[in-house]
């Protein structure tokens, strides 16, 4: 009998320890907060826009998806992130989720005042809802609430179009690449680097961007593109790398994987198309009468995907010279690169780290000033292009056409 | 004194999760900037020394644990003081243990639940592991420490091939010369983790195989020391000397950054699924230890009773001994390096084997 009261009252004590979950939240409670977009107002306040996923008019499939659009986006206003976001609870019934926000949008207007650009930093870093891999971006040209508010086709979230074009980009061309709120803190932080990130267009009409009728069509009156990158000085932005010019920023960077490079050929513009696979970039710093001086070494390799011209394909000697022409196509697009970093006295190759790793003692001298210091850097650049082959054909057409 | 024989895997295993425990949770040595793991490697270095005040101590005493012999070497009265001492000191350290669990666990996942109720979940389990007697706490060890093991594995590839690893990040090597190194040896790294060996003074009379106590105990520091070292060398090399420094737990930072293929990524859970047994292990040995000597001291004949009293006394502490994360965080790397991990876990030891040194030179003189 005695046992039994034992057991009875143990079980008892357990139960509210198994119930787990102090601070569960259900699903249908949660507002998923795909993306936020920050802008400035007169009135000095941050004016927060939030994109929430609207979970029934996603889920694709034969029966799912509702008819519905597929985010909701709800505004609200603040001086700090949090206080907007406490805000916004006014508006929404549920409660605002972050763990699977995938981008952040900042208004050029907010990025190039400096303390409103970096209130806004900590919030994303500290908090243990926000992920790290956070993609963060800069709205050129519209305002951060029109870029988070544009439907799209094809995804039918925003923001996976987002994120994947960025990747795809990357992975493809090479004037855009994925930039984390950790990496664009490490370089504000930084004296040996200072922080670019992604800019992104609303293009079209933009009074449409927002509406079902823009999903209707297979050209959408509005539609969002990566343009250029956002440079960033002493945690403001300064200036804009034209995507023309962005191109060697990734190559230095190591970041380029393929492109696209066109060629001229004996006299022919557009003639030949060299597409590398795989591209590796190593910078290293020697020191010339006292000086540091920048190596930039580029190695790639790649194939021949387009030749619009009369050429003799099979001759290795004419591979040689490919090669060359390449070396100096590529050669060239980094030089107006860091020509233009150097314009703007900002070293966003972080030049200045190489530097720190190699020659620390040096680097003590130099850290103050380093900017400027940049704007006069001597950089060499030297790049070995191997073209493997040359895809399905050997000789194009072209040869028999002039016969 | 219980009862309790351990093979020498089970203390290996033991010696191994209770060094990694939290050391490879918070940013160990981050003062050393990216030379930190140059200061957990020193660290090893003189804890293995340290070990040896230990170990020869042991070499004296092999039945007795320290609450035992510290009486035997320096008199009935000021042994008991000195004894009684150290049951404090291990009921503290298992405190702090629990602290830093509990807010780790609050600052990342829990954030709305309070700390006193964490706590009391690992401290109640802890209770109930020790009132089950040691020898069960050895065979959970083996086989969490296959479990702990595996994860770590799986976390390790998975860095390596989400292609996270800059090894450029270390460098430069001791930019602002030794001074910064040493500095970080001696006020953490010597005593946290490695000098908390102290606590195996306890533990060392249950090993079957008296022989095999130092190689045991130094393998297992060893191996502990290189994964300690291994994760700072990762934490840097993935999130770069500003951020490792910036960050309250660098290594839940570095695992939130694997992303493979889209779809292997927020991996957090394997760093809570070892946060969770690391802890638990940490504190259970202190506990133990704490536990143990009071029984010996005051010459309790079971003490199990003693068990629940004296994890409430844990418990509570860990709630009220800093009232914020930033204070427990300054006592724990100013105050108590110093304060206590130094004298407990170097200079009183050292003494007794100077003492006992001579006592038992005179013991062995006088029959001859």
Redesign the interface.
Known sequence: MKKWVKVILLIGLSVP?LTAC??QKELTDLAFVMALGIDKGEDDLYHVSFQLVNPGNVSSGQNGGGQGLPIAVYKSTGRTMTEAARNATKKVSRRLYYAHTNVVVISEEVARERTQFLNLLDSFARD?EF???TEILIARGASAEEIVTTLTILDKLPVSKITKEIKSTEAMLGENFSITI?DL??GI??SGKEPVLNGYQLIGMKEEANKAVNLQKTTTDAFLAADGLAVFKDGALIDWIESKKSRGVLWVLDKAKSTSITLKWKGKKNALVFAPIRSKTKVSTILKHGKPVINIKIENEGWLSEANTAIDLIDPKTIGKIEKLTEKAIKKEVQISVKEAKRLKCDIFGFGDVV???N?DLWKKLERDWNNYFADLEVNVKVDSYLRREGVRTNPFWSDINK | MEKVKISSTQLFVLVVLFEMGSAILVGIASGAKQDAWIAVLLGLAGGLVVFFIYYRLYMYYPELPISSYVQEITGKWLGRFIGVLYIVYFLYCASRVLRDFGELLATTIYNNTPLLVINALMIITIIYAIHKGFEVLARVGEIFFGIVYLTAILGMLLIVFSGLIHLGNLQPILENGLKPVIKTFIAQTITFPFGEMVVFTMLLPFLEDKKKVKIVCLGGMILSGINITITVVVNISVLGVALFYRSAFPLLMTVGRIQIANFIERLDVLFMLYLIIGGFFKIAIFFYAAVAAAADIFRLPNQRKIGFPLGMIVLFASVTIASNYAEHIKEGLVVVPVYLHWPFQIIIPSMLLVIAFFRNRKKKKSPA
């Open positions: 320890i102090w601070n243990p992920r790290t891999t950790d803190i490490d932080v930084g720190h790793k190699e620390p």
